[in-house]
């Protein structure tokens, strides 16, 4: 069932990146710890999960031949790589009034396995739930995992936060249009995502 105040921000790997295109930048933490603020402010009452992907530490679609190891082993290293992100987003978020939780698709020590209850539950706390890890499996993108857990914890729409253009594979656009997620995408500009919020629930009524 759809939850009109929850909705997913998918933040690509590149908008953690530093001026290079690659690691991370507490300059870029800070930024998007600025957008998260500003479109939670811009509705006060969503619910937020964010996706975080891996791409600026470890893309494994393009590593599998760069650094000749298998599919499956470069789409699992790029799955520790978006554990880095969500725990450095973590680690840098400064707030009164929302708390980040990561919830990790693979399991990983101090870090919570990803459990759908548990997350629910967490919302309720006015706590943001970070899924980490991807899907916990190879084969599937950080974007495919942004649109499973908007249907699975029946999100309002996708927000995708990216530096540059959105590459939304096949994949995911059938499953999104299957399960009737949307998705939309937002420039990392100061500002983007509350205005694509605001555009949102001006069209629908809703988040």
């Not at 908008?15 to 690691?23: I, K, P």
């Not at 650094?67 to 789409?75: C, H, L, M």
């Not at 790029?78 to 725990?87: C, E, H, P, R």
């Not at 974007?143 to 499973?148: D, E, I």
């Amino acid at each position: 069932m759809l939850n009109n105040r929850r909705f997913v921000l998918k933040i690509s790997g590149a908008c953690f990146a530093d001026n290079t295109g690659h690691g991370v930048s507490v300059e870029a933490l800070h930024r998007i710890n600025q957008e998260i603020k500003t479109g939670i402010m811009s509705c006060p009452t969503m619910e937020l999960i964010i996706v975080p992907g891996g791409s600026n530490l470890f893309k494994g679609s393009n590593a599998a031949t760069e650094f000749a190891v298998g599919r499956v082993t470069a789409d699992e290293i790029g799955m520790l790589s978006t554990i880095q992100n969500g725990k450095l987003l973590q680690a840098h978020w400064r707030s009164n009034d929302y708390v980040i939780q990561l919830m990790s698709a693979l399991a990983i020590e101090n870090v919570t396995e990803y459990n759908r209850f548990q997350a629910l539950k967490l919302f309720q706390e006015r706590n943001i739930v970070v899924c980490v890890g991807g899907m916990g499996r190879a084969l599937f993108t950080t974007n495919y995992a942004a649109a499973y857990r908007a249907a699975e914890l029946g999100a309002n729409a996708v927000f995708e936060l990216v530096e540059g253009k959105s590459e939304l594979d096949s994949t995911t656009k059938t499953f999104c249009r299957e399960h009737k997620v949307t998705w939309i995408v937002a420039k990392a500009d100061p500002g983007a995502l509350a205005a694509a919020i605001k555009e949102r629930v001006k069209a629908n009524g809703t988040v």
